[in-house]
C-alpha cells in the first residue's frame, strides 16, 4: 500500500543555514505529493505540492523536487528563518488512494538564533 | 480562501459519555475528512466521506463513528469515551485527489 517516510524526526538548525528535510514515499501509481507545515497550535496548511517528475516547485522560499526514480521529494530551504520552526508533514495521494492522502509522521524544525 | 470551522473548540468530557465533534465547510468540496494527532505524532486518519450521507472507515475508525448528513456538515462521534481519545482533532475538506486538504482549527478533547 501507499506510505509516506520522513526519516528526521527532529532537525535543529541555527537561523541562516539552508535545511533539507527527507521524504520518500512507496506507491504503485502515478503520485501527487504534498508539503504541509504546521506552526504551534495552529491548523497544517500546504505549503506546495508536485506531480511532475523532475520539475521544481517553490513557494514563500522552500522548494522540493519530486524525482519519480528515486520516490523523492525532499523539502529545501536556502537560509532558515525563526519563523520557519514548524512541523513539517510529507504527503502522498494518487488515483487509487480514493481521494485519501497519506501522511509521513512529520518532521520538527526548530531555528535557534 | 477556503473555510472549515470546527466546534467545539475545547472540550472535556467524562468517561463513556458521548462526545460530539461538529464541522462545516464553506468550499462545497466533496470530500471531508477527521484526522487525529497526539504529542509528537502525525496525523491519523479516522473517518472520512465522499459527499453527503457516505462515510468510509480511516486507519484507525475503532471507538468513533461519523457522519455526513449535508455537504457542508461532517460529525465525529464518540459513543462511550475513553481517556485513551484525548486528543487533538481536526477536520478538513477537499475536491480530489490532486487538489489541497483544508483543514479546521481543531479540537483539543480531554477525557477524564
Known amino acids: 500500500g501507499d506510505s509516506v517516510t520522513q526519516t528526521e524526526g527532529l532537525v535543529t538548525l541555527t537561523k541562516g543555514l539552508p535545511v533539507m528535510l527527507n521524504c520518500t514515499y512507496q506507491t504503485t501509481y502515478s503520485p501527487f505529493l504534498f508539503w504541509y507545515v504546521q506552526h504551534l497550535n495552529e491548523a497544517p496548511k500546504l505549503l506546495l505540492k508536485?506531480?511532475?517528475?523532475?520539475k521544481r516547485t517553490e513557494h514563500q522560499g522552500f522548494y522540493a523536487t519530486l524525482h519519480k526514480s528515486s520516490s523523492s521529494f525532499h523539502l529545501q530551504k536556502s537560509s532558515v528563518q525563526l519563523s520557519d520552526s514548524a512541523l513539517y508533514f510529507c504527503?502522498?495521494?494518487?488515483?487509487?488512494?480514493?481521494?485519501?492522502?497519506?501522511f509521513g509522521d512529520g518532521t520538527q524544525l526548530v531555528v535557534k538564533p | 480562501e477556503a473555510a472549515v470551522t470546527q466546534s467545539p473548540r475545547n472540550k472535556v468530557a467524562v468517561t463513556g459519555g458521548k462526545v460530539t465533534l461538529s464541522c462545516n465547510q464553506t468550499?462545497?468540496?466533496?470530500?471531508m475528512y477527521w484526522y487525529r494527532q497526539d504529542t509528537g505524532h502525525g496525523l491519523r486518519l479516522i473517518h472520512y466521506s465522499y459527499g453527503a450521507g457516505s462515510t468510509e472507515k480511516g486507519d484507525i475508525p475503532d471507538g468513533y463513528k461519523a457522519s455526513r448528513p449535508s455537504q457542508e456538515n461532517f460529525s465525529l462521534i464518540l459513543e462511550l469515551a475513553t481517556p485513551s481519545q484525548t486528543s487533538v482533532y481536526f477536520c478538513a475538506s477537499g475536491s480530489g485527489t490532486e487538489d489541497t486538504q483544508y483543514f479546521g482549527p481543531g479540537t483539543r478533547l480531554l477525557v477524564l
Open positions: 468550499n462545497n468540496h466533496n470530500n
Open positions: 508536485s506531480s511532475t517528475d523532475n
Open positions: 504527503a502522498l495521494s494518487d488515483h487509487d488512494s480514493n481521494n485519501r492522502i497519506f
